[in-house]
């Protein structure tokens, strides 16, 4: 069974909706990221969250939300989608180890029409 | 400000080897990684270097770390068809625990 699991795999909706991207993980890890990606962008930060109640923005965090329900849970939410939000989303683990490797989610395929 | 930069495309023959390149600007760098993306996956990592080395081997990967030029390379000995995919260059700084991608170089094999 996959460590970082991703929900839905892929997602077509229409400009002004709520979506909910969900992120479980059975790693026990502390902290849990959310990344863009898009072509010749690379992954960008959203959010991320280092415990239960640490939240943090990244460096393009306008636009969406997230909620870190339990150690093992935590969401993406798009309040009100927009076409330029299309892109490949991850999930993204890690423990305290010092070299700070990060375990990522098979991503969410996000399409905006 | 941190940048980390790859060129986006790098095709090799198979068996010849690949170099994967990659610059970052800011020399407080900790850790430096190199994740690899196949098709329809997330990232797993490679390999990763301490700050403090010059070269890092396993098995057919070979990371060269050039602290004074900032300069960083991933070489791929006897490049096969499964090696085909989009390669990450990352960095960590000791005053934070994110990472900071590069945008990815898109490796493919040629016969």
């Known amino acids: 069974d996959a460590d970082v699991t991703q929900t839905p795999r892929n997602r077509i909706t229409k400009t002004g909706k709520r979506i909910m991207l969900e992120c479980s993980q059975t790693?026990?890890?502390?902290?849990m990221y959310w990344y863009r990606q898009d072509p010749g962008l690379g992954l960008r930060l959203i959010y991320y969250s280092f415990d239960v109640k640490d939240i943090n923005k990244g460096e393009i965090s306008d636009g969406y939300s997230v909620s870190r329900q339990a150690q093992a849970k935590f969401s993406l939410s798009l309040e009100s989608a927009i076409p330029n939000q299309t892109a490949l989303y991850f999930c993204?683990?890690?423990?305290?180890?010092?070299?700070?490797?990060?375990?990522f989610g098979p991503g969410t395929r996000l399409t905006v029409l | 400000g941190e940048d980390v930069e790859q060129s986006l495309f790098l095709s090799v023959r198979e068996g010849d080897s690949s170099v994967i390149n990659c610059t970052y600007t800011?020399?407080?760098?900790?850790?430096l990684y190199w994740y690899k993306q196949e098709p329809g996956a997330g990232l797993q990592l490679l390999t990763y270097?301490?700050?403090?080395?010059d070269m890092k081997q396993d098995q057919r990967l070979t990371v060269l770390l050039n602290k004074k030029d900032k300069h960083l390379s991933l070489r791929i000995a006897d490049t096969q068809t499964g090696d085909s995919a989009i390669y990450f260059c990352a960095v960590t700084y000791s005053s934070a625990s994110k990472i900071i991608f590069g945008s990815g170089t898109r490796l493919s094999i040629r016969p």
């Open positions: 993204a683990t890690s423990d305290r180890s010092s070299y700070n490797e990060q375990f």
């Open positions: 270097i301490f700050s403090n080395m």
């Open positions: 800011d020399s407080s760098s900790t850790y």
């Open positions: 790693k026990g890890h502390d902290r």
